[in-house]
């Protein structure tokens, strides 16, 4: 086989996953967003538990919070490319952000729970790593998608037929 029919066939088989971890990726934010708006007072708690630097751990910053995650998540799904870049590296810069956090809690030991998905509050520990690490690589392709994609993700994928 040849590089070049290599490239084709690794082309075709992106062509559905880029768009679709975007797709994965914004619902994620979206449901972490909406079950976190007005409860400020748990996320609060969630980032000195987590010791987010105190510049950061404000009331206008936890209410604030789960609106950029839905629209992180409404500018991966609706804005064409080179707009949809802006969303898909907040995207990334933030989960690196909790990712960062929650590895850190963990090394140190620390029992803390987190709302990272609003109600129900869970431990963090090996588990939320993964978690987190899976996030991260979805966003990481959510920006490699921006790199092929012209079009939103989810007009790809109904092209596509999925």
């Avoid at 690196?96 to 998905?117: E, I, K, L, M, Q």
């Avoid at 939320?128 to 998608?145: K, Q, Y």
Wanted: aromatic share 4%; charged share 15%; glycine share 8%.
């Amino acid at each position: 086989m040849t590089i070049g029919g290599r490239v084709a066939r690794v082309a075709r088989v992106s062509q559905p996953i880029l768009p679709a971890a975007t797709v994965l990726l914004a619902a994620v934010l979206s449901v972490s967003g909406l079950v976190k708006i007005g409860r400020p007072i748990e996320s609060i708690r969630a980032m000195r538990a987590l010791r987010v630097p105190d510049v950061l751990v404000r009331d206008w910053v936890a209410r604030l919070h789960p609106v950029a995650e839905i629209a992180l998540a409404v500018g991966l799904l609706a804005l064409a490319t080179p707009w949809r870049w802006a969303a898909a590296v907040g995207a990334l810069g933030l989960l690196a952000a909790y990712t960062w956090w929650v590895v850190a809690t963990v090394r140190r030991g620390d029992a803390v729970s987190c709302n990272c998905f609003g109600r129900r509050a869970s431990p963090v520990g090996p588990r939320t790593v993964v978690r987190n690490g899976v996030l991260l690589t979805l966003a990481g392709l959510a920006v490699l998608d921006c790199v092929d994609g012209i079009s939103a993700p989810v007009v790809r994928l109904l092209e596509l037929g999925l």
